[in-house]
C-alpha cells in the first residue's frame, strides 16, 4: 500500500520561508520520481518541483526557479521542497506526488500516487 506523507505547511510572511516534507513507504523509492504540486483556490492543480530520486535529476516552474529547492534523502524515503522568498502568490495546498517515470514535464496524469495536501499561506 503506496502512502505519501506531506507536512510542513503553515502561515508565513511575504519574503520569508518554509520547508515541506514528503516521506513515502510502500514504494522502491529509488525508482520512483517525486513532485510537489499546488493548487490556489479556483485554479488548477500545478507542478513546482519535481526530482527523480535515482539521478538526481530536478525540474521546476519558471515561477519558482531561484527560490525554491527540491532534495531528497534516499536513506529516509523523504523529499523536501525548500522555499525561500514566499510571495502571497505561492498560497495554495501543495501536495507530493510519486510517478515511476523520469519525466520532462511536470503533469499530474504521469503521478500514480498522491499524498494529502498542506496549506501554505504567504499573508502579513
Known amino acids: 500500500d503506496v502512502q505519501l506523507q506531506a507536512s510542513g505547511g503553515g502561515l508565513v510572511q511575504p519574503g520569508g520561508s518554509l520547508r515541506l516534507s514528503c516521506t513515502a513507504s510502500?514504494?522502491?523509492?529509488?525508482?520512483?520520481?517525486i513532485g510537489w504540486f499546488r493548487q490556489a483556490p479556483g485554479k488548477e492543480r500545478e507542478g513546482v518541483a519535481y526530482?527523480?530520486?535515482?539521478?538526481?535529476?530536478?525540474l521546476y516552474a519558471d515561477s519558482v526557479k531561484g527560490r525554491f529547492t527540491i532534495s531528497a534523502e534516499n536513506a529516509k524515503n523523504t523529499v523536501y521542497l525548500q522555499m525561500n522568498d514566499l510571495k502571497p502568490e505561492d498560497t495554495a495546498v501543495y501536495y507530493c506526488?510519486?510517478?515511476?517515470?523520469?519525466?520532462?514535464?511536470?503533469?499530474?496524469?504521469?503521478?500514480?500516487?498522491w499524498g494529502q495536501g498542506t496549506q501554505v499561506t504567504v499573508s502579513s
Open positions: 506526488a510519486a510517478s515511476p517515470f523520469s519525466i520532462s514535464v511536470m503533469t499530474t496524469d504521469l503521478f500514480g500516487f
Open positions: 526530482i527523480y530520486t535515482n539521478s538526481g535529476m530536478t
Open positions: 510502500g514504494l522502491n523509492f529509488g525508482n520512483y520520481g
